[in-house]
């Protein structure tokens, strides 16, 4: 089936299922995984700014000491922002959870977040923070 603009309804039957919370949270720990092990010169880090990237990198670092401290709820409900409107909706939950994956959709919502939080992780005397 062709997938259709998510609704706010739809984005609220994600955001309740239990699937996509444990997939979520999942999907933060592999990307904190991924980071923690980068230099910032290659992969999905490559063209970020070093300030980009060592917030990033901070973030990460945080889930990686801290797993079970963290609010992946919060988490989650912060990548659904970056669905609304998309065509990723199936017919239902499950389809679309499992064309989100298939897609690479989750792994881009992922990165998105990471981008947006590490936004707001503040350094000591950088002049670029506000």
Same mark, same amino acid.
């Given at each position: 089936?062709?997938? %259709? &603009?998510?609704?706010?309804?739809?984005?609220?039957? /994600?955001? $309740? @299922? &239990?699937?996509?919370?444990?997939?979520? +949270?999942?999907?933060?720990?592999?990307?904190?995984?991924?980071?923690? =092990?980068?230099?910032?010169? $290659? =992969?999905?880090? $490559?063209?970020?700014? &070093? #300030?980009?990237? $060592? *917030?990033?990198?901070? /973030?990460?670092?945080?889930?990686? @000491?801290?797993? #079970? #401290?963290?609010?992946?709820?919060?988490?989650?409900?912060?990548?659904?922002?970056?669905?609304?409107?998309? &065509?990723?909706?199936?017919?239902?939950?499950? !389809? %679309?959870?499992?064309?989100?994956?298939? @897609?690479?959709?989750?792994?881009?919502?992922? +990165?998105? !977040?990471?981008?947006? *939080?590490?936004?707001?992780?503040?350094?000591?005397?950088?002049?670029?923070?506000?």
């Amino acid at each position: 089936m062709a997938q %259709t &603009p998510i609704t706010q309804e739809q984005v609220l039957q /994600l955001e $309740a @299922s &239990p699937e996509y919370q444990n997939l979520a +949270k999942q999907f933060v720990k592999d990307e904190a995984t991924y980071l923690g =092990g980068q230099n910032g010169t $290659a =992969g999905n880090t $490559a063209g970020l700014t &070093p #300030n980009q990237w $060592a *917030r990033q990198v901070f /973030l990460a670092y945080a889930i990686l @000491s801290f797993p #079970n #401290n963290q609010n992946y709820t919060d988490w989650s409900a912060q990548m659904l922002m970056f669905l609304k409107g998309q &065509p990723v909706w199936d017919t239902d939950v499950a !389809t %679309t959870i499992a064309f989100l994956i298939s @897609s690479g959709k989750f792994e881009q919502i992922t +990165k998105q !977040t990471y981008l947006l *939080r590490g936004s707001t992780v503040d350094f000591i005397n950088d002049p670029t923070s506000v």
